[in-house]
């Protein structure tokens, strides 16, 4: 059970628990990994350290460096998740969205923006050939996709090799079935996205 981040919205129960009872509530429901997205950094980077005891799941994070944050060293934010399910080695990595323009500037101050794509490149290379992942999982808070040339989920599908499955959020794209792109390897890449706040909860089963 994956989420690819804006677990804090504008709500009324947000504005006065500060997150608290989102990060209860997907605990209680088994969540494996979570990525950020822009809104979670709506009340900065002190109020996500002082929500995460309420979280027993991981936060997937590859492309924001929070070294000269609060958030350094913190045990639950990782580059990337190995989980095992049944037989299957599932390697997750999370991508978020450039943080400037989007959150107030003091409550993204010192995150250091990387790179997607080829942050991407390096963490699945090291889940497919040193970790030796069955399957690898993105969980991107890019947005699906633009009319632009701004970074996005079909954009890195075509530009990465390895990975098998792009969870999307930021866009609140509804899609009634998965987009499928091809990758630089010429596989398919499938990407999904559930829209927002909570409407769909998406599944997926693999054979």
């Given at each position: 059970?994956?989420?690819a981040?804006?677990?804090?919205?504008?709500?009324?129960?947000?504005n006065?628990?500060?997150?608290?009872?989102?990060?209860?509530?997907?605990?209680?429901?088994?969540?494996?990994?979570?990525?950020?997205?822009?809104?979670?950094?709506?009340?900065?980077?002190?109020?996500?350290?002082?929500?995460?005891?309420?979280?027993?799941?991981?936060?997937?994070?590859?492309?924001?460096n929070?070294?000269?944050?609060?958030?350094?060293?913190?045990?639950?934010?990782?580059?990337?998740?190995?989980?095992?399910?049944?037989?299957?080695?599932?390697?997750?990595?999370?991508?978020?969205?450039?943080?400037n323009g989007?959150?107030?500037?003091?409550?993204?101050?010192?995150?250091?923006?990387l790179?997607?794509?080829?942050?991407?490149k390096?963490?699945?290379q090291?889940?497919?050939?040193?970790e030796?992942?069955?399957?690898?999982?993105?969980l991107?808070?890019?947005?699906?996709?633009?009319?632009?040339?701004?970074?996005?989920?079909?954009?890195?599908a075509?530009n990465?090799?390895?990975?098998?499955?792009i969870?999307?959020?930021?866009?609140?794209?509804?899609?009634d079935?998965?987009?499928?792109?091809?990758?630089?390897?010429?596989?398919?890449?499938?990407?999904?996205?559930?829209?927002?706040?909570g409407?769909?909860?998406?599944?997926?089963?693999?054979?």
């Amino acid at each position: 059970l994956l989420d690819a981040g804006d677990i804090f919205q504008g709500t009324p129960y947000f504005n006065f628990y500060h997150g608290e009872i989102e990060y209860k509530l997907m605990s209680l429901m088994g969540y494996d990994a979570t990525t950020f997205g822009n809104h979670d950094f709506d009340l900065g980077v002190e109020n996500i350290l002082k929500q995460m005891p309420h979280a027993n799941f991981d936060f997937i994070s590859s492309n924001y460096n929070f070294s000269e944050t609060v958030l350094n060293n913190n045990t639950k934010i990782k580059p990337y998740k190995i989980v095992k399910k049944q037989k299957l080695k599932i390697g997750i990595y999370g991508l978020g969205i450039e943080l400037n323009g989007l959150v107030s500037e003091n409550n993204c101050k010192n995150i250091h923006y990387l790179n997607p794509i080829n942050e991407a490149k390096k963490i699945e290379q090291i889940l497919k050939h040193d970790e030796k992942c069955d399957y690898i999982i993105c969980l991107s808070h890019l947005g699906y996709k633009y009319e632009t040339n701004k970074v996005s989920d079909t954009e890195l599908a075509k530009n990465i090799s390895y990975t098998n499955l792009i969870i999307g959020g930021h866009t609140h794209t509804f899609m009634d079935e998965p987009d499928v792109q091809k990758n630089k390897s010429g596989n398919d890449v499938i990407i999904n996205q559930v829209g927002w706040a909570g409407i769909m909860l998406g599944r997926l089963d693999y054979q």
